[in-house]
């Protein structure tokens, strides 16, 4: 038998044991003959049904299947059987996680089944575990997909198409009859609804419900960045016009009903080119020295009904996304950009932390509730960063928001320089206390007017960035520590300690640039990563370790169940400071109002579901914010194909090989197949590709020169060639 008849027997035996497990499962209670069996399968030829009769012997000898009485089988009852969220690769095997196991289950790509990455599927667990350590198992009914609709590149015939999907997991195209085309043309991208996936049909039947655009303008790429990931990027016509009737006036009844506090000193401090400021710092002097501070947040919960149109969006949203060129907000821009926005010479309602504090930044006294506020000034960082350096009152013209040299009130400066001596004090006395300090450097792009990227540069957290920070920290741990202590249900952002394997493997790549860690006790390891990130900072490899070490921790997520913040060190810890663009948020200055009012503890399963959704929903922001980014490194790296740049190897796979270029920290993959010296092979422990005949190494850290070999806007994909390695000395 030929190779191909090979592979085609081994796949019709692989279909048909796939067929055979869905009839089987469709309806557990039945048993059923081969020859029912074949005819649900299509199985019409007498050498399809004898393989179908030596498969079902197969099964049975094997314990997956039963036979309850002489040629009659049936579904194994439901041992070995479990539900989970499958995680696809991009080599196309999967694995799905459960609640009840503690290891991951490895699904090989033949197992599938229909699937798609995120789906909550059935699965079935072999006996034996053939993958490694993980268990190995197979999909055998699809419970609920994640997502219905698709997007990507319309290929069209004479009489139907073909969905080339953006998403390098979904790996089928989509057959879109003709009559589901609607007003698509060739080579557009869209948004196609999965309608049906036949059971004989190698693709899904798809339907194209909205069309995006011509690939590569600017424009519909962002779109398609947002719909792959079901992410809006207008608001209904009901929402916006609901939100148009609110009465945003600021009035005397309602500020009878709060703190006054619009004569104390208030400022914000935010990026140069922000729209809304969502929070402000209050500074009050005392006669016997201490101070009092006030964090204010903007009263979002105030203008949203919990049972109007608004409420739904803004759940629904849950989040703002940040893109590279724009901001997708959470409310609409009435709220966001205006009623809610903390801006200078406005009187706005606020919702409060109001701190009494001595100069070593001990909090001698606290008060939470509602306030109306007087912001007296506006600065950007780069503003206060320079009150901080020279000391005194003068923004100079280079940073000046205004554009020209300017005096700020010397009141303010005062409270700016004293603020940021008490946040030094308290950021020390956080790491002391165990907190880790992640300042990752984050990619930012200079971009004409056709917001084409003509410039990386990296933006880093100075001081008057630390100091606002730290007196966010602080409103949100008191918060939380306020509710925490009263033991109501209450939402809570929680981040569990960091997993020990994946500490491993970081000790294994920073050890070839001279660093370890110490993992003794929590106390120990927490120094010696801040110590870590302390030693890189500059450094080429800074880069590469933070976003390892990064990788060490759990995901935060929102609870009700407090574990506390491993990150920050802290016990009890929400999320309080940003309304605005955090629907979390929203839920916490409810809750808190709702406590302060004497209101008893609210149901835990309503807030806990709320806060899986938050959760859910941040993470698919995070994915289309990075896919923005690498969206605008490929753009950026398409005017340099024929030059060479110095990388550091930023991780391996068995696929190949993946690289971050030093002076702009855009990456790509060099597959493996692009290895031409030698055959590679992947070895998991080291993380590293391993050359069978030379024993030449590709490992995690390692420096390499390379150029580029091919990119993909669609798929936002980058494919690099290696063409050096830099010797080290």
């Known amino acids: 038998m030929s190779k191909r008849k090979k592979r085609a027997y081994k796949q019709f035996k692989n279909e048909l044991t796939k067929g055979i497990f869905t009839v089987l499962e469709n309806d557990r209670d039945k048993s059923f003959n081969y020859k029912q069996i074949a005819s649900k399968l299509g199985l019409k030829d007498t050498k399809g049904r004898n393989e179908l009769i030596k498969k079902l012997g197969k099964l049975k000898k094997e314990k997956r299947i039963l036979e309850i009485e002489p040629g009659k089988f049936k579904a194994l009852v439901k041992r070995n059987y479990y539900k989970g969220i499958l995680d696809l690769t991009s080599s196309g095997n999967g694995y799905v996680i459960t609640e009840e196991l503690e290891d991951d289950v490895y699904i090989p790509s033949h197992a599938i089944n229909r699937a798609f990455d ?138 009878s009903k709060r703190r006054d506090m619009r004569k104390v000193l208030t400022f914000t401090i935010d990026p140069k080119d922000a729209k809304d400021f969502d929070d402000a710092l209050s500074f009050e002097p005392l006669e016997d020295g201490n101070f009092e501070v006030g964090v204010h947040i903007a009263d979002v919960s105030f203008y949203i009904d919990p049972d109007s149109v608004l409420e739904e969006e803004a759940y629904s949203r849950a989040t703002s996304v940040y893109l590279v060129d724009r901001v997708v907000p959470m409310l609409p821009e009435i709220l966001s950009n205006n009623a809610c926005s903390l801006r200078p010479h406005e009187e706005k309602y606020t919702f409060s932390a109001v701190f009494k504090m001595n100069p070593q930044g001990q909090i001698l006294d606290k008060w939470f509730g509602r306030t109306v506020t007087y912001s007296d000034a506006r600065f950007s960082y780069e503003e206060a960063q320079s009150i901080i350096e020279t000391q005194s009152n003068t923004i100079p013209q280079r940073v000046s928001l205004t554009g020209e040299q300017y005096q700020v009130d010397t009141r303010i400066s005062e409270a700016i320089i004293t603020l940021n001596d008490v946040a030094k004090i308290m950021r020390k006395r956080r790491m002391d206390a165990g907190a880790i300090s992640f300042d990752k450097v984050e990619v930012k792009f200079d971009l004409n007017d056709n917001n084409e990227p003509i410039g990386v540069y990296f933006k880093t957290s100075k001081e008057a960035n630390k100091l606002i920070e730290e007196f966010m920290l602080l409103a949100n741990r008191k918060v939380a520590e306020f509710i925490g202590k009263q033991k109501k249900t209450f939402v809570y952002r929680i981040h569990d300690d960091p997993d020990e394997e994946k500490l491993m493997q970081l000790q294994g790549v920073i050890s070839k640039f001279g660093y370890s860690i110490d993992m003794k006790n929590k106390k120990s390891l927490t120094s010696s990563l801040n110590n870590l990130l302390e030693d890189v900072q500059g450094k080429k490899e800074q880069n590469l370790v933070d976003t390892l070490t990064i990788r060490t921790m759990s995901k935060a997520m929102y609870t009700t169940q407090n574990i506390g913040h491993y990150g920050l060190g802290f016990d009890f810890y929400t999320h309080f400071t940003s309304p605005i663009r955090r629907y979390p948020d929203v839920m916490v200055h409810r809750l808190l109002q709702h406590y302060l009012d004497g209101g008893s503890a609210v149901d835990a399963e309503i807030i806990e579901r709320k806060c899986k959704h938050a959760s859910d929903m941040e993470i698919l922001a995070t994915n289309a914010e990075r896919d923005s980014i690498k969206y605008m490194q490929i753009k950026y790296m398409e005017e340099r194909f024929d030059e060479e740049f110095l990388g550091v190897i930023s991780g391996v796979t068995e696929w190949g090989i993946y690289v971050e270029i030093i002076e702009n920290k855009c990456e790509g993959m060099v597959r493996i197949s692009d290895l031409k010296d030698d055959y590679y092979e992947f070895d998991p422990n080291s993380f590293s590709m391993v050359g069978d005949t030379t024993g030449k190494t590709y490992q995690l850290g390692d420096e390499v020169f390379v150029k580029m070999k091919s990119f993909d806007l669609q798929k936002r994909h980058l494919d690099f060639v290696i063409t050096g390695k830099k010797l080290t000395n």
């Open 118 to 255: 995120g789906d909550e599927v059935e699965i079935y667990i072999f006996p034996r575990r053939k993958h490694g350590k993980n268990p190995e198992g197979e999909i055998t009914k699809i419970l609920e997909r994640k997502k219905n609709t698709f997007v990507g590149l319309l290929d069209l015939e004479e009489k139907f198409g073909f969905l080339r999907p953006s998403d390098t997991k979904i790996y089928t195209d989509f057959y879109i009859p003709i009559e589901h085309i609607g007003t698509a043309k060739d080579g557009e991208l869209v948004i196609v609804e999965l309608v049906e996936w036949p059971q004989k049909a190698d693709s899904p039947v798809g339907k194209v419900i909205e069309v995006l655009g011509i690939p590569g303008e600017h424009e519909t790429e962002m779109h398609a960045i947002l719909a792959e990931y079901g992410l809006p990027y207008d608001f209904p016509l009901e929402v916006t016009h609901y939100t148009n009737t609110l009465n945003t006036s600021i009035t005397e009844d309602e500020i």
